[in-house]
C-alpha cells in the first residue's frame, strides 16, 4: 500500500502549518517513531522535540496526522511561550480549538485479521527492540537476545509495524 512519508517530510509538514496556522516559526525537530502505541504524538518538554505514530498516518492519512500536529505544536508553542501548555489549563485547550487540532488520536482500528492475530509483545527495557509473540510467555526467564537486557511482556491491541 501507501509507503509512509520520510521524516523530511513530516518535518516540513510540520513547519509549515506551524506557519499557517499559529503565525509562528517550528524550530526544533519532528519525526516518526514506529515505537509509540496508541499515542498520536508526543511533544518533548526537554528539548522541544515532536514524535509522530506512523500508525496513524498509515490507517488515517494526512487529515488525522495534521490534526496530531496541531495538538502537539499547542503544547510546543504554549510551552515555549511559558504559557497553560497542558491538557488541563485553558490556554491550551482555547488554541486546540482554535486551531482545530485533535484532543484525542483516533483509535487505530482498521486491523487486518493477520495483524490482529500477533497479541503479545516482548520489549527489551534496555535497547527498546520488540519481539512479537503469538502466544504468552514468561519474560523473566529470558533476556533480549541484542543485548541482554531485561524483557517486559504485554499484550497489544494494536497493528505491529509490518511491510505492506
Ligand atoms: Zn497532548
Ligand atoms: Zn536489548
Known sequence: ????????????????????????????????????????????????????NP???????????DGIIRHELCHYHLHLQRRGYRHRDREFRELLAQVGGLCHAPPLSNLSPRRRSVRWLLSCQACGRQFPRKKRMDPSRYRCGHCKGTLRLQEIEEPVEEES
Do not use: C
Open 1 to 52: 500500500m501507501n509507503t509512509k512519508p520520510s521524516d523530511d517530510e513530516l518535518q516540513k509538514r510540520v513547519e509549515t502549518i506551524s506557519l499557517q496556522d499559529f503565525g509562528k516559526p517550528f524550530r526544533h525537530l519532528a519525526y516518526f517513531n514506529g515505537r509509540l502505541r496508541t499515542t498520536g504524538g508526543r511533544y518533548f518538554l526537554s528539548d522541544h522535540h515532536i514524535e509522530i
Open 55 to 65: 500508525r496513524h498516518w498509515m490507517e488515517w492519512g494526512w487529515e488525522v496526522v
